[in-house]
């Protein structure tokens, strides 16, 4: 043998990180400091932030073994970036905590010892238990979170004071046997386990004293509720309905009002002929659809910058197939005396299949 036990980690700690590049050197020292005599790494998972965090993780994992980075293209996601991560160990144990150190480090190791010690399947940092705080928060995100946490209630299995934490820690091969089966959607990667898990998780909850940013500042700001939304959805109806169906769905129902809106303006203000009328508000449906499907159903992989625009020419190109369907379904009916309503909407369900089916997998293809 001339591999040293030691060298081979027992915890791996993911760091999901998005410009915390002032961050992750002052996160290391406060590892090594927690966590003298443990055989760990650190798997950070960057998604090319713009601020060059990968490009510091790389030059301090050049002086030392147990600092890796992997670096995502063209995507976002804090849970997916977690999932990937914990994927990437072959450490007896994970933990996942954020990298602007609002995680104590020390709580590792009590963590790591309450696992060892088979107490628990699952340790959470928790900022709901006594002992914990959430710290300088305003009331309002306050109670969002509160409220946040009742809803999650719906999707357990078992109470949990704090499944909104992003601060945990299992044992791999438990994560792995879940992994599979994971939302993978939005930022709430605890919940998603937690939720996914059955039976139930042996969880244990730890007080979390939840600390101030150290430098830069956070992520979640926009999106937050939708994905929360998207990820309850998906535990409640997902094995019956594919929730990227039923936000494309929800997209498509809205640009059913904006067509309706332009069509009606059209024919009823301006007077102009149904057919001209019909194809104008499907054109602006369609630019509609795809912004706001861009930014909704595919939240995690939207498309920017000139893919943005690249994307809508291919979104187009897919809808003006359904657009003729869609026309010409409505034309036909409004030919043979249906109501003008009635016809539009007829045209519109047909186009929708089709666009869905389509778009999912070229013009937002993985
Ligand atoms: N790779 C990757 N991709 N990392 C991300 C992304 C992303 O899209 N978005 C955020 N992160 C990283 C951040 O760089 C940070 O290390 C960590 O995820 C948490 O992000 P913050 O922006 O600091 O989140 P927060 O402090 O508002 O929220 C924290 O507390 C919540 C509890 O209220 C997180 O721990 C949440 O998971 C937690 O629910
Ligand atoms: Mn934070």
Same mark, same amino acid.
């Given at each position: ?27 290391? @020292? ?39 980075? %992997? ?23 994970? @933990?996942? !905590? ?20 088979? /107490? ?21 995100? &306050?109670?969002?979170?509160? &409220?946040?946490?009742?809803? +999650? ?10 499944? %909104?934490?992003?601060?945990?820690? *299992? ?5 792995? /046997? &879940? +992994?599979?089966?994971?939302?993978? !959607?939005? $930022?709430?990667?605890? *919940? ?47 094995? =019956? ?8 769905? $929800? ?15 059209? *024919? ?39 893919? =943005? ?6 979104? +187009? ?15 036909? %009916?409004?030919?043979?005396?249906? @109501? =003008?309503?009635? +016809?539009?909407?007829?045209?519109? &369900?047909?186009?929708?299949? =089709?666009? $869905? ?10």
């Amino acid at each position: 043998m001339t591999r040293r036990a030691s060298t081979v980690p027992e915890l791996s700690i993911v760091i999901p990180t998005f410009n915390e590049r002032d961050n992750v050197s002052e996160l290391i @020292a406060r590892l090594e400091q927690a966590l003298g005599g443990i055989a760990w790494e650190a798997i950070f998972v960057d998604d090319d932030s713009p601020d060059q965090t990968a490009q510091v993780l790389r030059s301090l994992a050049q002086r030392d073994p147990r600092v890796r980075c %992997m670096r995502r293209l063209r995507r976002r996601g804090l849970s997916s970036a977690c999932i990937e991560g914990m994927l990437a160990s072959s450490a007896t144990y994970v @933990a996942v !905590m954020d990298a602007d150190l609002q995680h104590d480090p020390a709580l590792l190791l009590s963590m790591l010892t309450t696992l060892r010690r088979g /107490q628990a399947e699952l340790v959470i940092g928790s900022r709901y238990v006594t002992g914990g705080e959430v710290g300088d928060w305003q009331e309002q995100r &306050l109670a969002i979170s509160k &409220l946040a946490t009742r809803l +999650a209630g719906l999707v357990t299995h078992q109470p949990i004071a704090d499944p %909104m934490s992003g601060y945990f820690m *299992l044992r791999r091969e438990r994560f792995e /046997q &879940l +992994a599979p089966r994971l939302s993978s !959607m939005g $930022f709430k990667i605890l *919940l998603d386990i937690v939720a996914t898990a059955k039976p139930p998780l042996k969880t244990l909850e730890l007080p979390l004293v939840f600390g101030k940013r150290h430098a830069g500042e956070s992520k979640l700001t926009t999106n937050v509720a939708w994905e929360f939304a998207l990820l309850l959805a998906d535990k409640l109806v997902g094995r =019956w309905v594919p929730v990227r169906f039923l936000s494309f769905a $929800f997209v498509g129902a809205l640009g059913v009002a904006v067509h309706f809106f332009v069509l009606t303006a059209l *024919l009823k203000g301006l007077g102009v002929a149904f057919l001209a009328a019909q194809a104008i508000a499907t054109g602006t449906a369609i630019v509609y659809n795809y912004t706001l499907n861009n930014v909704l159903t595919y939240v995690d992989r939207p498309r920017r910058g000139s893919r =943005w625009f690249t994307g809508l020419l291919s979104f +187009a190109a897919i809808c003006s197939v359904g657009a003729i369907a869609n026309v010409g379904v409505a034309s036909f %009916m409004f030919e043979r005396a249906s @109501a =003008w309503q009635v +016809a539009a909407l007829a045209g519109i &369900l047909v186009g929708a299949v =089709w666009n $869905f089916a389509v778009s999912n997998v070229y013009t937002w293809r993985r």
